[in-house]
């Protein structure tokens, strides 16, 4: 089991920067692929970026590339999200998830692959 706890959102104009952070506790956090989700009021929740356990590998939604850098801290059980050059568009819940992952090169878009997830911070981007 592990718990996840985000923090870093809030409300930013565009243009502004936002870094979104997840602190893990329980099982081995370096046993995990992580990924960021958003989901906006009345739509699905969607991937935003995602890193594996080594850190090795990232990956991005289209939307947010060039714009958005997943890192992590094993050492510190916790996943960051850098966001930069927000846009009202990028409002939404933004969630982050773990999937157990022994490998180390694991990554993946979908998010019923993901085993746990955190409560969620609210961004919010005025125009």
């Known amino acids: 089991q592990v718990q996840l706890v985000e923090s870093g959102g809030g409300l930013v104009q565009a243009g502004d920067s936002l870094r979104l952070s997840c602190a893990a506790s329980?099982?081995?956090?370096?046993?995990?692929?992580l990924g960021w989700f958003r989901q906006a009021p009345g739509k699905e929740r969607y991937f935003v970026a995602g890193i594996s356990w080594t850190g090795g590998r990232t990956d991005y939604a289209e939307s947010v590339k060039g714009r958005f850098t997943i890192s992590r801290d094993n050492a510190k059980n916790t996943v960051y999200l850098q966001m930069n050059s927000l846009k009202p568009e990028d409002t939404a819940v933004y969630y982050c998830a773990a999937k157990i992952d022994y490998s180390g090169s694991y990554l993946t878009t979908r998010a019923a692959t993901y085993d746990y997830w955190g409560q969620g911070t609210q961004v919010t981007v005025s125009s």
């Open positions: 329980g099982r081995t956090f370096s046993s995990y692929a």
